[in-house]
């Protein structure tokens, strides 16, 4: 009970800071067995959360799951030494180390759990620009994000395909903001050329997922363009997102 209270007190404080907010959800945690076969390759949200944290930028990583270490990006990120954040201190501490703060998704349902199947599309409430990547890998996911983008007047950055799971294909990304899509932050079809690609690893597992990701971002491997485009793109979309925040969003606090 008192870890619970901790919790509750916690996460009903304002997240400091300035700038956007960029929330990823833990796909790869919550796939159905059925979606999981789908996969690619290891889940990459890891390497895109360290990415933009290094580069400064508050990051939130939530996930079915994730405050107990659950599997996919809060696994990953756990085996990394970044373990989930139980509240808001522990997420303003990530930040101040420039690192990914992971939640779980039912800190953001305000105890609404489980939500509804656009979990993906959860994300704090409150005044701080807010942009939720959102990875769609069928064409009737990304249509239902985008109709709700469009009517809810929220920053969100969808990536139509799977680039999340596979640095060889550059991303295919659709941006919506204010409710309107922006053609100039959007990048085009996936590229299916193999130029700049690097071997995956043999397995999905955390392990062998965090060794990738700690290579990649060493330079140990060479990171492919593809991901570096994917990083340039959420980058901007979260700067466009400064002077703009989500429309009919009350004031209110993770």
Known sequence: MATERKHDVGFARCLPGEGPLIVLPDAAAAAAPKHARTIAGPTLVPWLALWLAREGLSVLVHGPGA???????????????????????????????????????????????????????????????????????????????????????????????????????????????????????AAPAPDESPAGWTPLPHNTGAAATALFVQELLSGVRPTPQPLRQLAWLVERAAMATVTTTDANTPVSCL
């Open 67 to 185: 405050s107990r270490g659950g599997g996919g990006a809060a696994e990953v990120l756990q085996s990394l030494g970044i373990g989930p954040a139980s509240d808001a201190d522990d997420v303003t501490d990530r930040w101040a180390r420039r690192e990914p703060a992971v939640v779980a998704s039912a800190a953001l349902a305000q105890g609404h759990w489980p939500p509804s199947p656009g979990w993906q599309l959860m994300a704090p409430q409150g005044p701080r620009p807010c942009l939720r990547v959102v990875p769609c890998h069928a064409a009737g996911g990304a249509r239902s994000a985008a109709a709700w983008a469009a009517r809810s007047g929220a920053a969100v950055l969808l990536l139509v395909g799977a680039p999340i799971t596979d640095p060889r294909h550059s991303p295919r990304a659709e941006v919506w903001i204010g409710g309107h899509f922006r053609a100039d932050l």
